[in-house]
């Protein structure tokens, strides 16, 4: 059996007295698409932080695609191929839509400063590659009418779907994406869904999904862990989480979304 792309053991967090997250494992297989589910406080995001080095654990180790991660800053999980969305968006919202996707793509760029200011030929070959990617990216994702558009103006659906795209054009290889369907109606995260997988074959990407919207998750992730206080309290296939007593007392049990 293969390496998994991203191993995770022994992790904990804690903040003064309090254990965010207890002894937490995972082995992401090479094109899987992974849900983290759990109630506000479960831990989700601050693992999230953890695995794209916003935070540093107090324990434990991260080793992505054979590279031990755990001290890395974020900039450097980025380049490695880890990249990550934010349940709060993190646009450039003055800036269009065009130059929030060329910005992305800037811990790429080969060409020197010197370069830039002469307009030797390595520039322009750079700049000609960056606009090839940006223009596939508003195309996928159905914002080239937008190109020109503030990022702030925007509807919120699509300023969630140029989120993903950004993170797209740093070239990951693993995509962290926490709540990708905040704020969305259900046609529209179906609409997510849909483009979601789509990506994930055009560019050979692995996942992990942090959602409350159940079946928008249990639609897209071959195996869920589900999260209480930090620690992992069930792993599984959809059906096998959805069956499971302790899951279905604890966050099944109010409906499709967890409470």
Do not use: C
């Amino acid at each position: 059996m293969p390496d998994p792309i991203l191993k995770v053991t022994d992790l904990w967090k804690n903040f003064g007295g309090l254990s965010a997250v207890s002894d937490y494992r995972l082995e992401l297989p090479l094109g899987m698409v992974y849900g983290l589910i759990g109630p506000n406080g479960a831990g989700k995001t601050t693992i999230f932080n953890l695995l794209s080095g916003v935070l540093k654990p107090n324990r434990g180790r991260i080793v992505f695609n054979q590279i031990d991660i755990t001290d890395f800053r974020p900039d450097q999980v980025t380049r490695v191929g880890l990249t990550r969305t934010f349940q709060n968006l993190r646009l450039f919202p003055s800036l269009n839509v065009e130059m929030n996707l060329k910005i992305a793509n800037h811990i790429h760029l080969h060409y020197s400063f010197v370069a830039s200011l002469s307009n030797l030929p390595g520039f322009f070959h750079s700049e000609r590659e960056v606009q090839k990617k940006v223009d596939t990216m508003l195309d996928i994702f159905g914002l080239s009418q937008y190109r020109d558009e503030l990022a702030t103006n925007l509807p919120y659906g699509l300023q969630r779907k140029l989120d993903i795209a950004r993170t797209l054009m740093t070239d990951p290889k693993v995509v962290l994406l926490d709540e990708p369907s905040a704020g969305m109606n259900t046609g529209e995260s179906e609409d997510l869904a849909r483009l979601i997988l789509q990506i994930k074959e055009r560019f050979h990407l692995t996942l992990v999904i942090v959602e409350h919207r159940m079946p928008f998750v249990m639609g897209l992730a071959g195996i869920i862990q589900v999260l209480d206080y930090g620690s992992v309290i069930a792993q599984g296939t959809p059906e096998e989480i959805q069956n499971n007593p302790q899951v279905i007392e604890a966050y099944l049990g109010a409906g499709d979304t967890i409470a």
